[in-house]
């Protein structure tokens, strides 16, 4: 069901509670279809890092979901 309506174009809007370890790699993986995701956290030094496309965590091919998304991120 849910594969049947983001194919016709309906995209969600998904929150991510925190920019630790796992939370950039859902994030990445929630936009990728197009859905507009919006992390939030604490630590203002995290978030001004993820705006840059900059992460301290080693995930493959992380670094260039985010450098497609670069243009989007606030």
């Known amino acids: ?10 995209r ?3 929150a991510v509670p925190g920019v630790g370890y ?7 993986c929630f936009a990728e ?5 919006t992390c939030r956290d604490t630590d203002e030094h995290k ?3 993820l705006n840059r496309g900059k992460i301290s965590i080693y995930e493959p091919e992380l ?3 985010l ?3 670069e243009a989007k991120l606030r």
């Open 1 to 10: 069901m849910v594969s049947g309506i983001l194919s016709e174009g309906f």
């Open 12 to 14: 969600l809007n998904i």
């Open 22 to 28: 796992a939370d950039p790699v859902s994030g990445a």
């Open 33 to 37: 279809p197009g859905n507009r995701v």
């Open 47 to 49: 978030i001004g890092n």
């Open 63 to 65: 670094e260039d979901l």
């Open 67 to 69: 450098l497609r998304f």
